[in-house]
């Protein structure tokens, strides 16, 4: 009796083996046999990350001259190198290899005809050079710092473009001129200043909305969101980043946008405990009435995230009686966190949860639970829970728990599945494939 080998398997079978394998293995399959070679090329180049380097150049090389491998590509990540810097040399060898470097790298992309999402973050990227000679007929989401003479002639050759983020590096080196005539009618999620959306076409689905840092504290806020409500009956989410906070923002959403289930204030300067925190968390709860769809409101402070310690008990009891009073204000609410980092679930009717990811939530937790500050039902459900060692979970609570915070109390113990989904990265930069 011959026994089967893995040459045996259904094509669509191999196709999903080869998905799961890491570069390295897919670089090894490519030599394998005629068969496994095609399957392994499709996933090897399907997400590149291109850095500036020798290896990018031997990617750029089999693009050019493997037509399944550059047909194959679907993602496209230009991280900063050394290649990638600003040509301001007028001559010279460095000048030349920089001019080489990217015509190969135009000619590289010019063949990837089926390229879907590019990102290029970082401000006077070279490599917006060699894009702005090229056109990707399937490409659906673009990021990017472009230098602006480049990317208004990129974003008119796109207009089928859904997903648009564009954080220039200067604000007032945008040539609106250059914009003058684009109208992007199938864009549903965008990051822009205000002085860019007059290219958004008001027909345009347009669902998610991050706004970059705005300085003005007065004008800019109210005329942005004036001109999102004519997407009203689209628009869910909106991220707003501010240098400081705005009393009045709160309030200009409800009314011009009723309907944002998500909303997002980012505070840009840092000040954990500034006066200004509370004059805004007041404004926040007059406006919560005015809302119908509200259902994550997101209120927070950037920070160094390395910093450990900066949440605390006290801080989870004084949260805890406002996103009651703010859950009453507003029926629709269920998830809200605050500048002081605690973050809350609503359970049911108007009993609210924590985020567990901070130690001081934990102790908080056991100190609520202690002194009856949860209704009876809920209190035997808490019960069952602490005595199963969190075996017995009705209400969900494992749902929002932090494995590490809840591993340092003993509370039950970490898997190995726990620690890999909490502290595996998004990227490797090294890698060819990152993972979708």
Not at 82 to 109: D, E, I, N, Q, W
Not at 231 to 246: I, S
Not at 392 to 408: H, I, Q, Y
Request: hydrophobic content about 40%.
């Amino acid at each position: 009796m011959i026994m089967p080998t893995i040459t045996d398997l259904p094509d669509e079978l191999l196709d999903e083996i080869a998905h799961l394998l890491p570069k390295g293995s897919l670089s090894s399959l490519c030599t394998v046999s005629k068969r496994f070679q095609p399957r392994a090329t499709r996933w090897l180049y399907r997400c590149l990350a291109l850095a500036g380097n020798g290896e990018t150049i031997k990617i750029c090389k089999v693009l050019i001259s493997n037509k399944l491998a550059a047909i194959s590509v679907r993602k496209v990540l230009l991280w900063p190198g050394l290649a990638f810097s600003r040509l301001s040399l007028t001559g010279g060898p460095f000048y030349l290899y920089l001019s080489a470097f990217y015509k190969l790298l135009s000619r590289a992309l010019a063949c990837a005809t089926n390229v879907e999402n590019i990102r290029l973050m970082f401000p006077y990227c070279g490599a917006s050079l060699s894009l702005d000679a090229c056109a990707f007929p399937n490409l659906h989401s673009f990021a990017t710092t472009m230098e602006p003479h480049t990317l208004a002639s990129f974003v008119r050759r796109h207009p089928q473009l859904k997903e648009l983020h564009i954080s220039p590096s200067d604000l007032r080196s945008i040539p609106l001129s250059e914009f003058s005539g684009i109208s992007l009618s199938s864009l549903n999620s965008v990051c822009l200043p205000e002085s860019l959306l007059f290219i958004i076409s008001p027909d345009a689905p347009l669902q998610s909305v991050l706004s970059p840092e705005i300085e003005d504290d007065n004008e800019e806020i109210p005329h942005f969101i004036r001109h999102l409500s004519r997407y009203c009956t689209t628009l869910t989410e909106l991220h707003l980043c501010r240098p400081h906070w705005n009393a009045e923002v709160l309030m200009h959403v409800a009314t011009l946008l009723p309907k944002i289930k998500n909303f997002k204030f980012t505070k840009m300067i840092p000040g954990l405990h500034h006066h200004s925190n509370a004059a805004f968390l007041e404004a926040c709860e007059t406006a919560l009435p005015f809302f119908s769809s509200l259902s994550q409101l997101i209120i927070e402070i950037t920070r160094n995230r390395e910093l450990p310690g900066f949440t605390f008990v006290s801080d989870y009891r004084s949260d805890f009686k406002m996103v009651q009073i703010w859950g009453n204000l507003c029926p629709t609410l269920s998830i809200c966190a605050f500048p002081s980092g605690t973050a809350w679930h609503r359970i049911e009717n108007n009993v609210w949860m924590p985020d567990l990811h901070h130690k001081a939530a934990i102790r908080w937790f056991f100190e609520a639970a202690s002194t009856d500050q949860f209704p009876i039902h809920v209190m035997g459900s808490l019960q069952q829970f602490c005595d199963s060692m969190g075996k017995v979970d009705t209400l969900g609570l494992l749902n929002f728990r932090s494995p590490s915070a809840m591993e340092s109390i003993g509370l039950y113990p970490q898997t190995e599945e726990d620690e890999s989904e909490f502290y595996s990265s998004d990227s490797d930069e090294n890698d060819v494939e990152i993972e979708e």
